[in-house]
């Protein structure tokens, strides 16, 4: 219930109609906790019983995105973006190379390292970005990572 409230809530406050495709996907992003393609919640969303095509979940990904509901992850090496509920949080990710795969890490490894660069260059640090690339270990066992 307190989901689905929040959800209503943040689509007003960006002033996006509360439609059944943006809820629904929204839904779907929340309740998730790893980061997710555009072709997965396509098949979420057709498996659950909401008939949406591919290009419709593009399109609504991208006026999510551009709202600052969700958080897009370019990939380094091909086009499927991957992306995420914003739950304003600071966060940071293992990023598996062979199947996209996105793991949160736990703390931030770099904030003494900002207040250190911030002391030593009188630069004021207002944030950073950093996603490790690897193979997972069921992309090893797969002989994925050579
Ligand atoms: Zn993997
Ligand atoms: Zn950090």
Known sequence: ME???DIKERLKECGLKNTKHRKAILDFMFCSRVPASAEQVYIQMNGQGTSIDLSTVYRTLETLREKGLLIKHDRLNDTRALYEYNRMEHK???VCLGCNKMLP???CPL???E???EKATNFVIAGHKLDI???CAECQEKGLQE
């Open 105 to 107: 890490i736990k703390d």
């Open 133 to 135: 690339f690897g193979y």
């Open 3 to 5: 989901m689905n409230d």
């Open 115 to 117: 207040r250190a660069l």
């Open 111 to 113: 904030a003494e390292y």
């Open 92 to 94: 940071h990710y293992l």
